[in-house]
């Protein structure tokens, strides 16, 4: 009975040794196992840089260099989600108006998934907080909307070109042109002689411009 019982307790321990080495063999199998960017779900850590430019409704138009970094998700071959920080952008603003923030969040469509080039449209809301990604109406929000092409490296990196256009937010574009009104009001009443004429309010075509844009390239690791 003992020789059963020692038996059995040796096989037991043998059995569980067996489970235990199983279970660290896919263990680590599993932890070399990468998801690439065509997989049905995948992230991608990544950075960009270029120039940002907005052109004045009143004033000449304005360049800043810009840099970012960012995480992008991607699911189903063709959505897409991403977040970025931009230390550059602060405040990137014209007579006013705020053209970016530090923070941006976006959403992403896959037009042309194919294999090793990718083009997207991408839209979204950028801030100065994570409160401003989340109200359009926001003081300092501001938005994007353009689209990209990604290029396939190897599996797992990828190079982008990216131009966004650049749009001010609401309450921006409501601060801006009462501002304008307002000087406008003051200078018609120090002329001596009596206006002809109402001022010029500026359109919708002074605040969406493809000349308003920021234009980037990008490098991208999928992991």
């Known amino acids: ?112 998934p194919t294999q090793y080039v990718s083009a997207y449209a991408k839209g979204g809301i950028e801030g100065h907080g994570f409160s401003d990604l989340f109200d359009y109406n926001g003081q300092a929000a501001s938005y994007h909307v353009g689209g990209g092409l990604d290029i396939e490296l190897d599996e797992n990196w990828v190079l982008g070109v990216e131009y966004l256009m650049l749009i001010p937010g609401v309450h921006s574009v409501e601060r801006a042109v009462q501002h304008y009104i307002d000087d406008e009001l003051v200078r018609f009443q120090n002329v001596q002689a009596v206006p002809t004429s109402t001022p010029t309010i500026p359109t919708a075509e002074d605040f969406l411009s493809p000349s308003n844009f920021r234009l980037a390239l990008s490098a991208r690791y999928f992991f």
Request: aromatic letters at 12%; one cysteine or more.
């Open 1 to 112: 009975m003992r020789f059963l019982n020692r038996n059995t307790t040796i096989g037991n321990r043998t059995r569980l040794n067996l489970g235990i080495i199983v279970f660290c063999l896919s263990f680590t199998s599993a932890s070399h196992v990468s998801a690439k960017r065509n997989d049905m779900i995948t992230a991608g850590l990544g950075s960009s840089m270029g120039v940002n430019h907005v052109s004045g409704v009143l004033s000449a138009g304005k360049s800043a260099f810009n840099l970012d970094f960012n995480l992008r998700v991607k699911a189903l071959y063709v959505l897409g989600f991403e977040f970025a920080y931009s230390p550059t952008d602060q405040r990137f603003e014209n007579e006013g108006m705020i053209f970016g923030g530090h923070l941006k969040m976006s959403g992403l469509l896959y037009f042309v």
